[in-house]
């Protein structure tokens, strides 16, 4: 029996050794990333799906789920003072009511006034059931949090959080501590300043040699480098969604300078697509991709951006994707910012009309 437990404990070793992101990388070709591009634009905007609540609160960062026969939107607005999570919900993807918060101000703790959250463990297959998993009889949620007011303001964490409901504006329970820190032991260079959105999805075949696996983008400074440092994509993995760990020495996704940030998995049979936005590496903000055969090694897109500004409610930024298809029609939701305010738009694979919500 010893000898077993001993062969188990290598074997699992091994799996983790093979499993960093250091080992050399897979391309993926020309013609797989381009057959991704054409199944996944949207050149159709329909425009403004969630508007402003009112001139001084902004909604930002859709994440997009479906439980039953309704879909679920879980945004986050700035008032000012910093982030709230809410609901909202629909039944056709394009006309959305909200329903309320899930994550509040309160008057302490390190997340008081930033509680930016993002629904964790949603299906990522490509034209899937987008339903939540639960694990351990729970809904979860990662999020942005932090205690100093204002936007994205000192240093932020991740955070997460559970429910027994997603689909009812009630409080969710959050775990009296960050999970990830840029002050943790094992910071990287990358994140050593600050992290904000995270997505966490879980990895079934165990290709990083565990359970689940967080993207995260985060900003950091090499310690003889000079000035503010840039925005990148990194990863952590868990085995229990409480505890995280960083995984590599680099980040996954980096322009070495702007923002690279905001992930989102989607599976296409042996294929992982990353949904990302790109902002300031070339004007604007837009929307990226970029493929991986093992979660770990990524092949960036170098062609034409997925969403960029266009229309006047987006003419400033078009960013923070979260991409689905349904029924034959690809929705590509976004934080679309321009002539009015800060609100979340979409745009389809298919000609659907015009939002009555503005344009």
Known sequence: M?????????????????????????????????????????????????????AGRMVDSPT??????????????FDGKGYET???????LLN???????????????????????????????????????????????YLGGSEKGYEAGRLGVGTAKTGDLTKPVEVERLPQPVLSAVDQDARWYD???????????????KTGYPFVMYYNAKG??????????????MAVSSDMTHWKRLGQEPLITRKTGICGDAQITKMGDLYVMFYFGAFWKPGAFERFACSYDLLNWTDWTGDDLI???????KTYAHKPWVIKWKGVVYHFYNAVGTNGRVIAVATSKDLGKSSLGQ
């Open 221 to 234: 400074v090499k310690p003889d480098a000079k000035g503010s440092g840039f925005e990148n994509i990194a």
């Open 308 to 314: 960029a500004s266009s229309e006047p409610y987006d």
């Open 86 to 92: 809410w609901l909202a919900k629909s039944d056709n």
């Open 2 to 54: 010893k000898s077993l437990i001993i062969i188990g404990l290598l074997f699992t070793s091994v799996l983790q050794i093979i499993a960093q992101p250091n080992r050399p990388a897979i391309q993926v070709p020309d013609d797989r990333m381009r057959a991704v591009f054409e199944e996944v634009k949207t050149p159709y905007k329909y425009g403004i799906v969630l508007a402003q609540p009112d």
């Open 64 to 77: 997009v789920f479906r439980k039953g026969t309704n879909w679920y939107m879980t945004y986050i607005i």
């Open 96 to 142: 959305w009511t909200t329903l309320g918060k899930l994550m509040s101000f309160t008057d302490k703790d390190w997340d008081a006034t930033q509680k930016a959250g993002y629904v964790a463990l949603i299906d990522t297959e490509w034209g899937g059931s987008y339903e939540p998993e639960k694990y351990r009889n729970r809904y979860w949620l990662s």
């Open 192 to 206: 050593n300043k600050t992290i904000y959105k995270s997505l966490v999805i879980r990895d079934k075949a165990q």
